[in-house]
């Protein structure tokens, strides 16, 4: 496999303060001697590192059930062993006891108990529940194959600006998302602090969600959704308030001026399909390009945001991601690719 | 009564060796000039005229009274049916006459046969008898271009069919010029009406020319009748012609208008493109100041030709020059309704280069 997909490993984009070590991993090391595929439970996209509550209520469910798990498999091994020691018979009363308390009650009161508190943990069950989210921050994630569309909604629900594969929110805010999909079912999921919701074309989900913790998180999708649903992911920047802010107001006012690059992005017809804002390009057919130097990757988590990786998805899309809907432009001049490539790793 | 078993082998070996042993020994004659027997020449058409028969039963027709199609269709019959059927200007020379099966004589034979059966013919060609395939399978629509002439074949005389040919003459000496079908025969700027199928060549962009003559000659745009045309030429010559036509000036012409509401829509589509259905803003691409000249003028092309080319590149079929994948792109999703419209609109716009 090509080190430089990301995706497929799993591997994080860029970790953030709160990642790695810290997370509650930590406190059930042990546990990775049992199960070693624990071993990726810490980072960047795991529901087990949580950084909100969300999450962590899957997380502790998760742990809930996998002692709970345990303990009664224990329980259920002795029971064997027991049996298959035992000389004398049960009485067919005792018999009858064990298998009324044993087989019947303690499941259905262990299974009750259990789907009481996973029913809880579900979102409109939760105590914080809202179904009025107008007074909160909205952000509208759109399903694409294969990359995610992102728009980040004002007072009046018009889009104030559009980017592509990398959501950012503040910290300690809850936020609601608007999810949709124009093509086929694709489902948002950002283990770190929760879902997944499916994003089911004609209808629009929500999902709130709050980060507790800064940090720079990673998002997929979880519903196979064509050749490159392994290659759909996005990037998370839970920020502080302020530096959200400040994000927010430079977003703004991004331009893309730069005469050189921005002609021959034009020349070539980039503009047909991707728009920057400050410039003539208004195409959105595909990601807004816009202050695209800052973004974590390129194509929708597939490969780490360098020039050399922009240039090698500007000749080759379907070489990096099986039939996406870019075509390929491996027929222009190399120094035009490169041109443009720096271009667009310059763009804040 | 039983065959015993030993002579069943018998024939069963020995037949087809004997067979072997005399088409071997060189006595089985493959002589043109002796000629079938007659049995052997009727038994021939008689399955060639039920396989075509057969063959034809689910073709549908389009409509074919478009007299646009003619002149296209008349200008590849001189170059690639009249050597050997003949021509109203020309009959068929004794050479193609000594060919077994003989080619007929079209006029004769052309009400014989109804449309679907013709086509079927054109494009498929006659096993064993000389008669050639249409050169792509991929244009239909060409092919029943020349079905559409092949049909008012029979009433044509010589000079109706040199004015729809283009034929600069029929080769005799001191003829003014040496080819009987040039490009002017076909895309001469005074033969071309607002309805031809034909693309206006003046004016057009250099670089986008010389991809698409050659991508004619390297059969990477599926055209039975530009195939022809380019594939024989020199490759040094295709440079020549490309600047040729592009130094041409684009006519001053009479723009037709074209129904308001269809030019409206298809002027949308131009300028914004319709993001829902992921239709790019054609002139993102097309006719920009500062553009890339290998993407050609539209403007200003007739409006059936624009159509066409809408229509292939949107099922995949056009193919083009290496650029011509993003154009692929672009009209996939189309609606049976932009066709007309953005045909309408490029047609009735004047025309503007990058
Ligand atoms: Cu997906």
């Given at each position: 496999m090509n080190d430089d997909r990301l995706a497929a490993s799993g591997r994080p984009i860029r970790s953030g303060p709160s990642l790695g070590r810290h997370g509650v991993c930590r406190r059930h090391h042990l546990l990775l001697f049992v199960f070693p595929p624990l071993a990726s439970c810490s980072g960047a996209q795991s529901a087990l590192d949580p950084a909100g509550p969300e999450a962590a209520g899957v997380a502790t469910l998760f742990y809930t059930m996998l002692i709970g798990g345990i303990v009664i498999w224990c329980g259920v091994v002795g029971l064997l062993f027991y049996a298959a020691r035992k000389r004398r018979a049960h009485s067919t009363k005792s018999a009858g006891q064990l298998v009324l308390w044993g087989g019947a009650v303690f499941p259905t009161v262990v299974l009750a108990a259990l789907l009481t508190y996973a029913v809880w943990l579900m979102p409109v069950m939760r105590p914080w529940f809202q179904d009025d989210a107008s007074g909160m921050r909205r952000i509208e994630v759109t399903g694409e194959q294969f990359w995610w569309r992102v728009r980040y909604l004002g007072e009046d629900s018009g889009p104030v600006f559009e980017t592509a594969n990398e959501v950012r929110i503040p910290v300690g805010e809850r936020v609601v998302f608007l999810l949709k999909s124009p093509d086929v079912i694709h489902s948002f999921w950002i283990p770190v602090l929760g879902g997944k919701m499916d994003m089911i074309p004609g209808r629009e989900n929500r999902l709130t969600l709050v980060a507790e913790k800064p940090g720079t998180y990673r998002g997929v999708c979880a519903e196979f959704c064509g050749p490159s649903h392994a290659l759909m992911a996005f990037t998370v920047h839970a920020m502080e308030p302020r530096a959200y802010e400040a994000w927010l107001s430079a977003r703004k006012n991004s331009s893309g001026a730069d005469a050189e690059g921005l002609a021959l992005f034009l020349r070539h017809g980039c503009a047909a399909c991707h728009a920057i804002s400050g410039?003539?390009?208004?195409?959105?057919?595909?990601?807004?390009?816009?202050?695209?130097?800052?973004?974590?990757?390129?194509g929708a988590g597939s490969l780490a945001n360098t020039a050399e990786h922009i240039a090698r998805f500007i000749r080759y899309p379907d070489g990096v991601k099986p039939e996406v809907r870019m075509p390929h432009?491996?027929?222009?001049p190399d120094a035009d690719v490169e041109r443009i490539a720096a271009y667009l790793k310059g763009l804040r | 009564m039983t065959i015993p078993r030993k002579y069943l082998i018998a024939l069963v070996v020995v037949l087809p060796l004997l067979g072997m042993v005399f088409a071997w020994s060189g006595l089985m004659s493959v002589r043109a000039s002796t000629g079938h027997w007659g049995v052997t020449d009727w038994f021939l058409h008689w399955v060639m005229k039920n396989s075509v028969r057969t063959a034809a039963l689910f073709v549908e027709v389009p409509p074919l009274d478009d007299p646009a199609l003619l002149p296209p269709a008349a200008g590849h019959f001189e170059t690639g049916c009249a050597i050997c059927h003949g021509s109203p200007a020309q009959g068929r020379s004794d050479a193609v006459l000594a060919m077994l099966p003989r080619p007929p004589d079209l006029k004769m034979v052309v009400p014989t046969w109804t449309d679907a059966q013709l086509f079927e013919i054109v494009k498929h060609g006659v096993r064993f008898t000389g008669m050639p395939g249409w050169p792509t399978g991929l244009r239909d629509d060409e092919i029943w271009a020349m079905v559409a002439f092949l049909r008012k074949?029979?009433?044509?005389d010589a000079n109706a069919y040199l004015q729809v040919s283009g034929l600069h003459g029929i080769g005799h000496a001191g003829e003014v010029s040496p080819l009987p079908i040039t490009c002017e025969s076909c895309h001469a700027e005074k033969r071309l009406?607002?309805?031809?199928?034909v693309p206006r060549l003046a004016g057009q962009s250099e670089a986008y020319l010389l991809n698409s003559l050659k991508a004619y000659a390297e059969e990477k745009r599926p055209s039975g009748i530009m195939q022809v045309a380019a594939g024989t030429l020199p490759e040094e010559s295709l440079p020549e012609l490309a600047s040729y036509y592009a130094k041409q000036a684009p006519p001053a012409r009479q723009i037709g208008q074209g129904d308001p509401q269809l030019v409206e829509r298809g002027r949308e589509l131009a300028e914004r493109g319709r993001p829902a259905d992921k239709v790019p803003a054609c002139l993102s691409c097309h006719e920009k100041a500062g553009g890339n000249p290998a993407y050609p003028r539209i403007s200003g092309q007739t409006a059936p030709y624009l159509e066409r080319q809408l229509r292939l590149f949107h099922t995949g079929a056009r193919g083009g020059g290496p650029f011509s994948h993003l154009m692929t792109e672009a009209a996939r999703s189309l609606k049976e309704e932009d066709f007309a419209a953005l045909a309408a609109f490029f047609a009735s716009r004047e025309s503007r280069g990058p």
């Open positions: 410039t003539e390009a208004r195409g959105t057919i595909g990601p807004d390009l816009t202050a695209f130097g800052e973004r974590g990757s390129v432009f491996s027929m222009l | 074949l029979p009433e044509m009406t607002e309805g031809s199928i």
